[in-house]
């Protein structure tokens, strides 16, 4: 199923976002975790690509799996960075032939080894959705940025190339993590104040590492307001605790977004059933 088709049910959904196995050697364990937030049944899951498209063909299983096992649609992630046109060719193809209807399209991270780039035909997203709207019939996503994007200087000019992104054929955004909701509400003000009008998700992380969270907000020049880090500062040395509040903190966030009109919850599970049963259970009567 499309995630068009979700959105015209008119209600808050719940989808999670996963990640492949690195190699064979843990395949089975990514399996495994997979497929228990899978039994959760929420209304889609997002599988994402490896830098360089290192594990693309672990990723087109994984969301295979899901469909067929568990009747879950899948969202597969698709970057461009280190890919030429006859990769993106081939990997559209790949998810075709096993029934992927919806693909994320993303640049994705400029890898530390330079020499994977050498290959690649693509500089930004924008190449990569026009030749996916030129591919097929896929419902097509991409990444919006609250907080803006590192790489931008400018919060305006951020939001210019969003548009530009969703003109060339995005059916749908997702956000990047955040963690004070008033940062999405002015984002979504800005959105729509220049014309973009496409249905957007928010991006919730459950954050139950404290000290990974340090790395995750230098990547992505994610604000972390004051509550937040004290919960962290608190909670973060203990993985029990800081995992029931991780659970806690975005669940709060959730039921928030959802009291204010925000239907489209996307939760980085990680990988992590205990954390997504955790999340869903919490909201098991707003949903």
């Known amino acids: 199923m499309k995630i068009t088709e979700i959105l015209k049910k008119d209600k808050p959904t719940l989808s999670f976002e996963v990640f492949p196995p690195k190699s064979e050697d843990n395949y089975k364990s990514v399996e495994k975790a997979t497929g228990e937030i899978a039994k959760l049944k929420p209304d889609f899951m ?7 498209g290192g594990t693309s063909s672990y990723t087109v299983n994984i969301a295979k799996e899901i469909q067929k096992e568990h009747g879950v649609p899948t969202l597969s992630h698709l970057t461009c960075m280190c890919s030429s046109k006859e990769d993106i060719k081939a990997q559209l193809k ?37 030749d996916i709207k030129e591919s097929g019939d896929f419902c097509i996503g991409g990444a919006c940025y609250p ?23 995005l059916d749908f955004l997702t ?25 957007v998700f928010a991006g919730i992380m459950p954050v139950t590492n404290g000290k990974q969270i340090k790395r995750i907000t230098e ?44 239907n489209g919850i ?12 955790g999340i869903r259970n919490n909201l098991s009567n707003i949903l």
């Open 94 to 130: 790949l998810l075709k032939d096993n029934d992927i209807e919806n693909v994320l399209a993303l640049r994705g991270d400029i890898p530390k080894d330079k020499s994977l780039m050498d290959k690649s035909e693509y500089t930004h997203a924008i190449e990569l959705i026009r």
């Open 219 to 262: 990547l992505s020049g994610t604000y972390l307001p004051t509550r937040f880090k004290a919960i962290v500062d608190k909670f973060g040395d203990n993985p029990a605790a800081m995992t029931q509040a991780g659970i806690a903190y975005a669940t709060d966030q959730i039921i928030d977004l959802i009291a204010c009109g925000v």
């Open 175 to 199: 956000t990047q993590m955040f963690f004070d909701n008033n940062v999405l509400y002015n984002f979504l003000y800005r959105i729509r104040e220049i014309g973009i009008t496409v249905p």
């Open 266 to 277: 996307h939760v980085y599970s990680m990988n992590k059933p205990e954390v997504a049963e």
């Open 147 to 169: 907080d803006g994007h590192v790489e931008c200087e400018h919060k305006a000019d951020d939001i210019y190339f969003l548009k530009e992104k969703v003109d060339a054929g």
């Open 46 to 52: 997002s599988i994402t690509y490896g830098a360089g």
